[in-house]
């Protein structure tokens, strides 16, 4: 069995501070693990993903995630968040194809 | 197609009908997957289907949920006699293979009245 977990249902910033979004999982084997966002009545938007390799890894509007295998975590930051960043957000694993979701994190900026 | 795309995007049936949602995927992906949203909620797996294997259903609610594949192209998604706890968005995808991201459609709103 495979789970993703998302310890955090809401996470507040100012505009300008660092943005982290923490996730966990739990798999047998090497994980592919994935982030997704979602707008207000969007679709899911792939930022980035982990596969083999560096465990930075660095993905689209300016965000990257750190794979730390000892703590099987896969954690979301960005440097300097936005009020366009405001939005919810999915952590993936995917093993053997089946692909599942954590609960997701809805994130909020300030201006 | 450009992308994966779902019809309709809006459904409101009446409790006890049956409805078919339909999923076209990205030419050439192998795998395609079925999810369920309620509001403000998260990602509820439902099935997945990959190349010829057999599906993995683990997921449905309920014996009143299937889901076909026609070879690596469209999919469709039933619920019989719906209830109105069935209301939600119904979110498709696909992937060229395991370790490709999936890309989304923009999904189904379905509203049991």
């Known amino acids: 069995a495979q789970s993703v977990a998302q310890p955090e249902d809401q996470v507040n910033v100012a505009e300008g501070n660092p943005l982290t979004v923490k996730c966990t999982y739990s798999?047998?084997?090497?994980?592919?693990l994935f982030w997704y966002v979602q707008y207000p009545n969007r679709g899911l938007q792939f930022l980035l993903k982990?596969?083999?390799?560096?465990?930075l890894v660095k993905g689209s509007y300016g965000f990257e995630a750190e794979f730390n295998k000892s703590q099987t975590s896969f954690h979301l930051k960005k440097p300097s968040a936005l009020v366009s960043d405001s939005a919810l957000y999915f952590c993936?694993?995917?093993?053997?194809?089946?692909?599942?979701f954590g609960a997701g994190t809805t994130v909020t900026v300030r201006a | 197609g450009a992308g994966v795309s779902q019809s309709p995007s809006n459904k409101v049936t009446e409790k006890g009908k049956d409805v078919e949602l339909r999923c076209d995927p990205i030419?050439?992906?192998?795998?395609l997957y079925w999810y369920r949203q309620r509001l403000g909620q998260g990602l509820e797996f439902l099935i997945y289907?990959?190349?010829?294997?057999?599906?993995?259903k683990s997921g449905l609610p309920s014996d009143r949920f299937s889901a076909e594949r026609t070879g690596e192209s469209v999919s469709t998604l039933t619920i019989q006699r719906t209830q109105q706890e069935d209301s939600a968005v119904y979110l498709c995808?696909?992937?060229?293979?395991?370790?490709?991201?999936?890309?989304f459609g923009q999904g189904t709103r379905l509203t049991v009245v």
């Open positions: 798999v047998s084997g090497n994980p592919y």
């Open positions: 289907f990959q190349g010829n294997s057999a599906p993995d």
């Open positions: 995808a696909s992937k060229l293979q395991e370790n490709t991201e999936a890309f």
């Open positions: 030419s050439g992906h192998t795998a």
């Open positions: 982990y596969i083999t390799g560096d465990n």
């Open positions: 993936a694993v995917n093993n053997d194809y089946k692909l599942s």
